[in-house]
């Protein structure tokens, strides 16, 4: 299992609040899994809950084995408030995901809500993210290979059926013109 890929889809918060904080908060989040990290974009104050719709993507070949958490530390851009901006995490063990994905050779997890916590467990929300494993990284790079095959095949029958469309209409249009004609 040297080759496999996690991909992460991080969706939306809810009832994520920072209580020192006046006004609408932004706030991204930071996604350790073993040695590695990613930060996700800053989702604006605007809404009512952070939304993110991002990929991200962790490779196992250089994983730590000891690790079998994925952990999102929730933050705020306002870093002089308690905490340096920090909200709260929530901690995934990804380790029954990584075993069955092995076995299968691929697993898909829709979004699910994730509680948000502190150190001492106070609740602090929820976060839902999705998995996506792939046991060989070969077969992640055929799967986007025919995603992308599709995606194409897909707007060229879009843009045939307009096509055929505009012509139906002209075949009817020059039909009626020459009936009134007669």
Known sequence: MKTGILEV???NAEGIKHKNLVGTPSYYVVIECGTQSHR???????????????????DFSSFDKSST???????????????????????????????????????EIRPAAYNVVLED???KGQIKIGFKFIANKENYVMMKRDLIAQDKQQRHSIRESMMNFWRISWWN??????????
Not at 173 to 182: A, C, G, M, P, V
Request: glycine residues 10%; aromatic residues 14%.
């Open 9 to 11: 889809l991080l969706v």
């Open 40 to 58: 996700s974009k800053v989702s604006s104050g605007k809404h009512k809950k952070p939304r993110w719709n991002e990929k991200f993507i962790f």
């Open 69 to 107: 958490h994925l952990k999102c530390s929730i933050m705020t851009t306002k870093k002089h408030f308690t905490n340096g901006g920090f909200v709260g995490e929530a901690k995934v063990y990804i380790g029954g995901i990584i075993s069955e994905g092995s076995d299968e050779g691929y697993i």
């Open 121 to 123: 467990d106070t609740y």
């Open 173 to 182: 249009i020059l039909f009626l013109y020459s009936k009134d004609k007669q």
